[in-house]
């Protein structure tokens, strides 16, 4: 298998779903993609010297967009479904953390963005603070690349003498990212970028969350940052705090902020920033608080799905897209939300777009994926409308958001070369799925010793 994109790909009459406003939901439709990117959208396209993807029975739709997932943990799925919110911190970072070797990184981020592949999810964003050493930085890079998946890989923090850099540290954000920034991952255009993932003003100073944003506008890296994720830190009004040191701006995303007050969500929304869900570990994992899916629409702010992390939860964004819509109905149908009366019923399409142009929007990457728009990138999804859990479909919006799965996914194209075809993965090598069972099952024994 190669990784280099043929220069034509046709996909051949399918039931395109764009989401592209301008272009819509379209039947009987083809896909060219000329060196990797996509050119034209449209019945009747000509085929000639392209490679040929037939469609028929397809529902194609812009590949899915994971805007926060700890990869690293993959290979410990699971681990923490029974736990609260603080008991899974104490277990994965305070004992497991430590003991992260930069091999069990790069099992964790080879299997968790190889079952992105899988799952329809084209672009992920790595949120990995696991940084021990450089070396488990590189190793994290090498597999998202070895992978094949579009991704940010987003620098954080060690998990040795953890509480000197998360408990009120002065510390500032390690000087590594420097180097990453100049020696590994320098291109922004790359299928595998660079962002910092921040600690705030929640676990640092305030002095040590401007020098951190400081260095990362020097870099000219985005910044994402876990705000408001259970009462303790809510109480801190950290988002309020970045506003009044005058540090917030549309380089930043903020992912939970379910205990984040109102004025929060308004000065987000005044400063451009961004806002990351993960509805099935907001609803499920206690002490991270709802979803706040009715102040983001309330406030009109740019949101994106997430899968968080697989020890608590699926891998796959159609989980995330069914558990938003089902907490937020919920909330709007029971009176459960003070802004009831400026939200409309949310649609399956809304939340569709969350996963798509919205995650994409929410990592800076919206004018080159998110949508099946002529001019972006190929990243493209085929999936079997004729599965007997999705057949017949009436709206195929409606069927991916309300009954598709994982297995559905029948082609996956990452920047235009195939990575899944016919139901399986494709990846060959340091790529490969069996290889990253192998790693996977030998940290998972190391690090459990089971």
Not at 205 to 216: F, N, Q, Y
Not at 271 to 286: K, R, Y
Not at 317 to 345: I, N, P, V, Y
């Amino acid at each position: 298998m190669t990784d280099r994109a043929p220069r034509r790909i046709l996909i051949d009459n399918g039931w395109v779903v764009t989401g592209d406003p301008a272009l819509g939901t379209l039947t009987g439709c083809d896909v060219l993609i000329e060196d990797g990117r996509i050119t034209a959208v449209g019945p009747g396209l000509p085929g000639d010297g392209a490679e040929v993807i037939d469609a028929r029975d397809m529902i194609v739709l812009p590949g899915l967009v994971d805007a926060h997932k700890h990869t690293w943990q993959s290979a410990v799925r699971h681990r923490c479904t029974e736990l609260d919110l603080r008991t899974y911190f104490g277990e994965m970072f305070g004992r497991l953390g430590p003991l992260y070797r930069p091999e069990d990184v790069y099992a964790g981020n080879l299997l968790g963005a190889l079952s992105a592949i899988d799952a329809g999810t084209t672009t992920l964003m790595d949120w990995s603070h696991v940084q021990n050493s450089p070396e488990h930085s590189d190793q994290a890079i090498a597999a998202l690349r070895d992978s094949g998946i579009r991704a940010i890989f987003g620098h954080g923090w060690p998990l040795v003498d953890l509480p000197a850099w998360i408990a009120g540290s002065d510390r500032p954000h390690t000087d590594d990212v420097r180097r990453i920034r100049r020696e590994l991952l320098p291109d922004d255009d790359a299928l595998v970028t660079l962002h910092l993932a921040g600690r705030g003003p929640e676990l640092s100073t305030l002095e040590a969350t401007r020098a951190d944003l400081d260095m990362a506008r020097d870099l000219g890296i985005r910044t994402s940052i876990h705000m408001g994720c259970g009462p303790e830190y809510g109480a801190m009004a950290a988002i309020a705090q970045l506003g009044r040191a005058g540090l917030l701006g549309p380089d930043l995303s903020f992912v939970h902020c379910s205990e984040s007050a109102d004025d929060e969500f308004a000065m987000i929304a005044d400063h451009g920033s961004a806002v990351v869900l993960a509805p099935q570990h907001e609803q499920a994992l206690p002490g991270i608080g709802h979803t706040p899916i009715d102040r983001v629409r309330a406030f009109g702010i740019t949101a994106g799905l997430s899968t968080d992390t697989e020890t608590a939860g699926a891998a796959d964004l159609f989980t995330q897209m069914r558990a938003g819509l089902a907490a937020h109905r919920s909330q709007l149908a029971e009176g459960r939300t003070r802004f009831a009366a400026k939200l409309d019923a949310f649609s399956v399409a809304e939340v569709f777009a969350m996963a798509t142009q919205g995650g994409a929007d929410t990592l800076g990457l919206g004018d080159r994926i998110g949508s099946l728009s002529p001019g972006k990138r190929a990243d493209v999804v085929l999936v079997r409308a004729t599965d007997p859990n999705l057949f017949p479909v009436t709206d195929p919006v409606a069927a991916l958001v309300c009954s598709a799965h994982p297995g559905n996914v029948d082609t996956v194209l990452v920047d235009g070369v195939v990575r899944k075809r016919a139901g399986s993965l494709v990846g060959t090598g340091a790529g490969s799925i069996d290889r990253a069972r192998e790693l996977a099952l030998a940290s998972h024994r190391r690090l459990l010793g089971g």
